[in-house]
């Protein structure tokens, strides 16, 4: 959703207004603070617990992980960039054509990016996951995520 709201920030002409500042502002808060949790959640946590498991599903899933972390690597100099032109965008109201177009660019590749990786991590790496890993596993996974996200767990 805060990807699609780039992209329409990003094709709207180089002068924001309210709603595309509005939109802008949002997105980049939302990215700022979620995507390196998610990364954390999976290079931290779920990675190095797959990685210890004696599973033949789990390890034909985790030729993928490379490929996973590769994205990510791709994706965070991506949402640096994205961030720092958004920034300047928010306090200057405007971007040259130049840094519009780079803008543009860096979120186009964020689009090519997200769909092939969600759909690896959806269909062959969580559900490998959630078979293979114990409950013990598991529950050590949710504590962290919500200890990474300041959330009390108050059931598992
Ligand atoms: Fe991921």
């Keep these: 959703m805060f990807l699609r709201s780039l992209q329409t920030v990003a094709g709207g002409g180089a002068k924001l207004d309210e709603e595309r500042r509005r939109a802008l502002d949002l997105a980049l808060r939302y990215f700022r603070e979620s995507a390196p949790k998610h990364t954390a959640d999976e290079e931290e ?16 899933a985790l030729v993928k992980v490379e490929e996973l972390e590769r994205d990510h690597r791709e994706a965070e100099g991506l949402h640096r960039r994205v961030d720092e032109l958004g920034m300047r965008w928010l306090e200057t109201g405007e971007l040259s054509s130049c840094d519009l177009a780079e803008f ?4 186009a590749r964020l689009g090519e990016i997200y769909p092939a990786h969600i759909e690896v991590e959806d269909a062959v790496l969580f559900p490998a996951a959630a078979r293979a890993l114990s409950a013990a596993q598991k529950a050590e996974i949710a504590a962290e995520m919500a200890l990474r996200r300041s959330v009390k767990l108050t059931s598992l």
Excluded: T
Excluded at 46 to 60: K, T
Excluded at 104 to 107: C, E, I, P
């Design 45 to 60: 946590s779920l990675f190095p617990r797959l990685e210890s498991v004696d599973d033949p599903e789990v390890i034909a």
């Design 104 to 107: 543009g660019k860096a979120v």
